[in-house]
C-alpha cells in the first residue's frame, strides 16, 4: 500500500491529530494559521487551540490576489500561475509558523487548507441561462502546499458542497454544530469578516436538521473598499472611529437595501462580486449620494451590515422573536460601530464574544477547517440541516500527499 495511505489510515483511527487549519478570507489581510488538537470526532469532537497567528499579506501579496479577486475577466495565464504561487506562499507560511512555535513538522498530522476564494458564483447570483448551477473557485493548490510542508494536506472544500446541491459555503455550520452546540439555548454563531455570515445552531437536546449557516450580506467589505479609496494609507476604519463620527444617510440606506439580495431565503450565499464597487456606485447615484463625505459613506455602510445581519436573524427566528444568544467572531467583531448597530437592530439579543465560548473569534474559521478535515479522516458527513435546500449532508475535502 501506498506509504502516505497507510499513514492516513493510521491516523484516522487514533484518539486525536493535530491538524493545522489554514484560512484566507474575503479580506485579504492574511493567512490564518490555527493548530489545533482534536480529539475524537463527530458529536464527540473536543478541540484544543494550541497555537494561532495570522501571517499578514505584504502588499505585493495583496495586489497579486486583486488582480483576479471577484473580477469577472482576468488573464488565465496570471490565474495559473498565482494557483501555484499562492500554494507555495501558505506552505512557507506554514513552515514559519512552526519555526517560530519550535514545532517540527513531523509533529504535525494534517493541514486544512481553504486556500483562497477568488470568484463565488452562486447560480442567483450569476443567473447566466447557459450554467444552472452553482460554482466557486478557491486556489493555493493543495499539492503544493503538501509537498512545500512534506505534511498530508486536505483542500478544496467547497467543491463537495457545490456538487451536491449546496452554494459552498457557508460551510461554517458543520463544525460549529459539532464544536458550539448548547443544552442550555439556541445560539446564532455571528462571523463578521468580508461577508457577513452565521450559523443559526439549535439547542443540542433540539432538532438538528434546523442548523444552517447563510450569508447575510457585507460585512466590511464595502467598509474597506470605501476607505481605499479615500484614504489608501489607511487598511480599515480601525475601532469604527470615523463610521462612529458620522451619520446614516437614509437615502442611501434604502438604496443599498433595494437588492434582492436582502429578501432571498435563508440560506444564501454571496460574495465581493455582487458587494463591490459598482453596487455601491449605483446605489449612491440612485440616491444622489456620490459626493457624501467619507463619515456619512461609513456610517452608513456599517447600518447596511447591521441591517443585513438583522433581517436574516429574524427570518432564522422567524417564529420565536425569543431572546437569542448571538456570538461574534471575525474582523468586524472588533468594531465598536458595528456592534452599536447591531445592538439598535437586535436589541432583545444577547451578544458576546466566541471568544468566552473557548474559540477565539479570530482564529474560528482557521479552526473550522481543522474539523472539517478531521471528519473527512476520522468522522461521517456531518448530517444538518435536513429538509432545506442548500444544507447537503457531505464529508468535505480532497487529500494531497507530499509525495
Ligand atoms: N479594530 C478594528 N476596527 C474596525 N474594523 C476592524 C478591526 N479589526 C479588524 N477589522 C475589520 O475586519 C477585517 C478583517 O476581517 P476578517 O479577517 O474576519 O475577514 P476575512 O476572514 O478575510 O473575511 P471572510 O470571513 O469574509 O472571508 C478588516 O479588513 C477590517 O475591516
Ligand atoms: C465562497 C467563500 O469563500 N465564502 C466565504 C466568504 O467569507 C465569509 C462568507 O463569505 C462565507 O460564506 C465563506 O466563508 C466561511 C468560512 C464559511 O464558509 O463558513
New binding site residues.
Partial sequence: MNAHLTRLHHLASQPSRHIIGL?S??SLDGLDVALCRLDGHGAGTQLVLEQFHTVPYDEDTKARIRQVFAREQVSLEYLTLLNAWLGQLHARAVLDCLKIWQINPAEVDLIAS?GQ?VY?APQHQHQRPDFALNA?L?IGDGDHVAVGTGIITLSDF?QKHVAAGGE??????YGDFLLLSSTDEERLLL?L?????FTYLPRADGDARTAF?T?TGP?NTLLDATIRAHRPELAYDEDGRLALAGRVHEGLLAALLDHPFFAAPLPK???PELFGPAYLEAAQQRSATLDLCLEDMLATLVELSAVGVARAARAAFASRPAPVAIYTSGGGAHNPALLEALGRHLPEARFASTDILGIPGDAK?AI??AVLANEAVAGQPVAIGAGRQRVPAVGMGKVSFPG
Fill in positions: 484560512m478570507g474575503t481553504h476564494t463565488h466557486t478557491q467547497r459552498g459555503a457557508p460551510l461554517a455550520a462571523n469578516g468580508g461577508i457577513a455570515n449557516s450569508d460585512g450565499t454571496t460574495g474559521e473550522l477547517f
